[in-house]
């Protein structure tokens, strides 16, 4: 079996490459330490980013009737060729999800982002800028009941070199963040693989995706657990951390400690106990148990402790359900996320961190990850 201790909760980093460059009368001494870049070098930078990444946006909204949405990049971001290349089979990766998520049942009408820059500093002509991409996708009411809108937020690194003229050309822009990429990245990588420590665990039992599910009603009122209590804990807390936890974003994901917190906060009560052993579930000021922050832990405490049982298809998970998945097949759970709404056509949709996301529909996941492994427990 996969060693599974200590492997919190999301896939590793995903790494996307491009180049652009934009006008600016900027220049930098090579030989010099690092500086913090000026508002308005940085405020280029953000444009920088913001064009590129809305144009991938704008692919995934739908074109409307006698309108195309050619959206090009900024005259003043100017692309290298390879670079061309690779955002040009991007583009065309993305419009052929949506045209996969359309054959689910799945549009969008409109896409509204925005860059901010958290830090970006300047060493000798080059730059080093970390970003924030927040953007709110429109669902389009095919059925009627889908939520208003998705949101995520993921961050990026990108390094730029300064060019004659002050020009400035983007050497590379890489996520920050872990677990399924955003929406408007096209899968790229792997989850690292874990080796097999000869141990025996209670993994569960992996569900059918297929759609529309078999009816599996769930009684949302008048048991032990407020389910819309949990769903509300997540929808506010998805972008802006609760700061009464600890963060593990830069720790392996922070998606298992997201749904744990939303859990407690819907009812589940703490085990306590050592917190090396899986059959123990706690928080407290200054530690927690594995289980609490590691997706394979935490669904070995649910599993044993019987907090909820694995669902026979993904499809039928509704409010407050979790859903884990393992995308590399490899036995290790990567990901876990939370069912914050559900539709009457029985789609559910999706809020967790690592990335940062809001109400991202079952399918769209799926369509980015046709063949990983899933796992779906009635809480």
Same mark, same amino acid.
């Given at each position: 079996?996969?060693?599974?201790?200590?492997?919190?909760?999301?896939?590793?980093?995903?790494?996307?490459?491009?180049?652009?460059?934009?006008?600016?009368?900027?220049?930098?001494?090579?030989?010099?330490?690092?500086?913090?870049?000026?508002?308005?070098?940085?405020?280029?930078?953000?444009?920088?980013?913001?064009?590129?990444?809305?144009?991938?946006?704008?692919?995934?909204?739908?074109?409307?009737?006698?309108?195309?949405?050619?959206?090009?990049?900024?005259?003043?971001?100017?692309?290298?060729?390879?670079?061309?290349?690779?955002?040009?089979?991007?583009?065309?990766?993305?419009?052929?999800?949506?045209?996969?998520?359309?054959?689910?049942?799945?549009?969008?009408?409109?896409?509204?982002?925005?860059?901010? $820059?958290?830090?970006?500093?300047?060493?000798?002509?080059?730059?080093?800028?970390?970003?924030?991409?927040?953007?709110?996708?429109?669902?389009?009411?095919?059925?009627?009941?889908? &939520?208003?809108?998705?949101?995520?937020?993921?961050?990026?690194?990108?390094?730029?070199?300064?060019?004659?003229?002050?020009?400035?050309?983007?050497?590379?822009?890489?996520?920050?963040?872990?677990?399924?990429?955003?929406?408007?990245? &096209? $899968?790229?990588?792997?989850?690292?693989?874990?080796?097999?420590?000869?141990?025996?665990?209670?993994?569960?039992?992996?569900?059918?995706?297929?759609?529309?599910?078999?009816?599996?009603?769930?009684? !949302?009122?008048?048991?032990?657990?407020?389910?819309?209590?949990?769903?509300?804990?997540?929808?506010?807390?998805?972008?802006?951390?609760?700061?009464?936890?600890?963060?593990?974003?830069?720790?392996?994901?922070?998606?298992?400690?997201?749904?744990?917190?939303?859990?407690?906060?819907?009812?589940?009560?703490?085990?306590?106990?050592?917190?090396?052993?899986?059959?123990?579930?706690?928080?407290?000021?200054?530690?927690?148990?594995?289980?609490?922050?590691?997706?394979?832990?935490?669904?070995?405490?649910?599993?044993?402790?019987?907090?909820?049982?694995?669902?026979?298809?993904?499809?039928?998970?509704?409010?407050?359900?979790?859903?884990?998945?393992?995308?590399?097949?490899?036995?290790? !759970?990567?990901?876990?996320?939370?069912?914050?709404?559900?539709?009457?056509?029985?789609?559910?949709?999706?809020?967790?961190?690592?990335?940062?996301?809001?109400?991202?529909?079952?399918?769209?996941?799926?369509?980015?990850?046709?063949?990983?492994?899933?796992?779906?427990?009635?809480?």
């Amino acid at each position: 079996m996969i060693p599974k201790r200590f492997r919190p909760a999301a896939i590793a980093a995903l790494t996307v490459a491009l180049a652009s460059g934009s006008m600016l009368a900027y220049s930098a001494n090579a030989g010099t330490g690092p500086e913090a870049a000026d508002r308005a070098t940085a405020d280029t930078f953000a444009r920088i980013a913001d064009d590129v990444l809305s144009q991938r946006n704008q692919a995934l909204v739908e074109d409307q009737p006698g309108h195309r949405n050619t959206r090009q990049t900024s005259a003043k971001t100017r692309l290298s060729a390879q670079v061309k290349k690779d955002e040009d089979a991007t583009i065309s990766s993305l419009r052929s999800r949506k045209t996969r998520l359309a054959e689910l049942g799945e549009a969008y009408t409109g896409a509204d982002s925005s860059v901010h $820059v958290d830090q970006a500093t300047v060493t000798g002509g080059k730059a080093t800028v970390q970003v924030t991409e927040q953007t709110t996708l429109v669902y389009k009411k095919l059925r009627g009941d889908e &939520p208003p809108t998705t949101d995520f937020r993921t961050r990026y690194e990108l390094t730029l070199t300064s060019k004659r003229g002050g020009a400035w050309e983007v050497t590379s822009i890489k996520s920050q963040d872990s677990g399924p990429v955003a929406i408007n990245v &096209p $899968v790229a990588t792997e989850a690292k693989i874990v080796k097999d420590d000869g141990n025996q665990y209670p993994d569960g039992t992996p569900a059918s995706t297929k759609y529309p599910a078999p009816a599996k009603p769930k009684a !949302k009122t008048g048991g032990a657990y407020d389910y819309a209590a949990m769903a509300k804990y997540a929808e506010k807390y998805w972008s802006n951390y609760n700061p009464a936890y600890r963060k593990f974003t830069g720790a392996g994901g922070d998606c298992t400690n997201f749904i744990s917190q939303a859990l407690k906060a819907g009812g589940w009560k703490a085990v306590p106990g050592s917190s090396s052993d899986y059959r123990n579930w706690w928080y407290d000021g200054a530690h927690q148990s594995d289980s609490f922050v590691g997706a394979n832990e935490w669904a070995w405490f649910t599993l044993s402790n019987q907090r909820a049982a694995n669902l026979a298809d993904v499809y039928q998970a509704d409010v407050g359900d979790i859903v884990q998945v393992d995308f590399n097949r490899d036995g290790s !759970k990567d990901h876990s996320m939370m069912v914050t709404y559900r539709s009457s056509a029985g789609m559910p949709y999706l809020t967790y961190h690592s990335t940062n996301t809001y109400r991202k529909s079952l399918a769209s996941i799926i369509a980015s990850y046709p063949n990983a492994i899933y796992y779906a427990y009635r809480t």
